[in-house]
């Protein structure tokens, strides 16, 4: 479940209303009108399909979950072969590609209240849901069948999961109850993993403390974000924790900034890094829970942009710390 995106602009909050009780609350309708049926308002062009379905993939968020596999892929031990990543950097942006299809096909009526996401393929008219569910079905065979037979059946299994978590799973749950937050936690925590099963054929106590630190990431990450945008969470009917439960909200951002430092510890006692990688990440992990406590203290809007400013340099230079720390303790171990 990871978030890269931040709107500029937020519209005033007099269209919703969060009761005392924190239970969810709409105070406008949104369909006044009976729907219309859903058609194309205009043929897109061949040559603008792959915009289009780059568009329906996701593709910032796909590049940034192939980034987190091949990171996985790096760290884990063992010896790594060029083509080996490759084929899991492909069959991951695949299978990613289809997971982000499948959730834009679910949501087009809730894509298109949201200003944030009006503009998808789907939510604009540029593809039919046919097309798109064709292209979805596509690229996520075409992802675990390159999985399996190139790489290893663990990998292709993680893939499988990681679709059927995202489409059919966290996407449901994120009308219904607040713990889609922690679904889609684990959504993104398995492209590391993904990259580790790759390269070492296996998942050991390794490649869960590297998925730990994705899964502990994403809650200041992506509840930062939620925050800015809870108006337009609440009018498409979205159970977000930052439209029903702000102050939890909050707290979970910082409780999950503070379980990155215990996180960090466990990878030079497994002897993945040496212990000076505690110390390099025991100073990002402190700015992040600096900006985490912040926003924990008072919530609103110039410290959740700064929390999640601060996420999005935080986790590529963790990675590159842990793979420079790990190359240090290789040398020093040969």
Known sequence: MLRLSLSSRIRPLQHWHLPSSGIYSQTRKVHERAPQPWKIQSLTPLAKLPKVYSDLSKDKLTAFVVLTSMAGYAIAPG??????????????????????????????????????????????????????????????????????????????????????????????????????????????????????????GSLDAGAWVLGGIMFAWQFPHFNSLAYTLRADYSKAGYRMMSVTHPRLNARVSLRYALLMFPLCAALPWLGITDWWFLVDSSAINGYLAFCAVKFWQRPEARHSRRLFFSSIAHLPILLILIMAHKLLNDRRKA
């Not at 834009?104 to 593809?127: C, F, G, K, V």
């Not at 937050?181 to 492209?191: D, F, L, Q």
Request: charged share 5%; net charge positive.
């Open 79 to 200: 010896a790594t072969q060029i083509t080996t990543l490759l084929y899991t950097a492909t069959g991951t942006a695949l299978c990613a590609a289809s997971a982000n299809s499948f959730n834009q096909w679910i949501e087009i009526p809730y894509d298109a209240q949201m200003s944030r996401t009006r503009n998808r393929p789907l939510a604009r008219h540029a593809l039919s849901p046919n097309h798109a569910l064709a292209f979805g079905i596509g690229s996520g065979v075409a992802g675990v069948s390159i999985l399996c037979t190139l790489v290893n059946p663990l990998t292709a299994a993680l893939g499988i999961a990681n679709i059927g978590l995202y489409a059919g799973v966290y996407t449901a749950m994120k009308r219904l109850t607040i713990a889609n937050t922690w679904v889609g936690a684990v959504v993104g925590a398995i492209p590391p993993l993904m990259g580790w099963a790759a390269a070492a």
